[in-house]
């Protein structure tokens, strides 16, 4: 009886130990997948910035729409094949005026603008503006989602506006009235698609094959509209062995790596914890071109910066950047 009792004791002790493990190793896994996805938007931002740099660079050898054409036949192709081998619910007929919305006015115009604003103007430039986009979506959300507007949010729209004219009235160097138009329709496009399709084929669908079918489905106009554009300007492509890798890494990562990591944060997180990170946008993009491509900053481009930047924190000030897990029924492990 002893024996038994001992072995029943021990037996109970290690399931016991067992159970305490597999509890701990659980909820380390869990904080990491929190942490993880808690630094989406800012591993985003930061891979957003770095694009702006590098597609300058490529734009000396490929003109940009045949730029935007590669990266979106190479990130729709990749992301789809990958939902595919998940087996991945893909997006259902009832669904495709959204997908339409996202995938034209949203990927090929607005990126497409946005390249063009770059060629241009300055990457910093761009992105700059490109930044506002949490202020210019409060404007969309009141208009197509019926939220109301705070005064801090006005204020900030204001500040924001007032920069952006400090910006245009002065520039810099480099930056012409069609790189201001192409940043400003690329800022407008934008804001909309992230507030009304993107929002509701991300509540539906993985955002992997949210991201793969919009930018497959882009993909269609971006090869003929980079033949007319060839046409019409006159541009040539000069192509090497060089530009690989920078293709490669605007293409799988900035473009399919950075836009799914966003939409995953948008479809599991606070919209607006993720709205917290865009500074780190417009920072990333101006000292890497400074640093890179020799760009300067004149004193009214760093004053409408801080403007701009500051509008941004007052948007986000009193929120909580920090995102939260919520349980989901695709299958993604948390």
Known sequence: MKNLFHTATTATGVNTNTNIGTNINTNTSAGMASALLGACPLFTMILWGSMYVANRMIMESIPAMVLLFVRFAVSGGLLLGVAKLRGLAMIRREDLGDLLQAAIPGYFICEGA????????SAGFASLLNAMSPVTISVFAVFFLGERISHREIASLLVAVLGAVVIIGNPGDGVTAVGIFFALLSLVTWSYITTVPMRRL?????????????????ALPALPASAIWMRATGETMHLSAGLILPVLYVSLVCTAGAHFLWNMAMARGAATGCAAFYPFQPLTSMVLGVLLLGESCSASFLTGAAMILFSILMRQAGAVPALHLKRHRHAWTT
């Open 202 to 218: 991300t509540a539906k669908y993985d955002p992997i094959v949210v991201t793969g079918a919009a930018m497959a489905v882009a």
């Open 114 to 121: 946005l390249l063009l604003s770059t060629q241009y103007s």
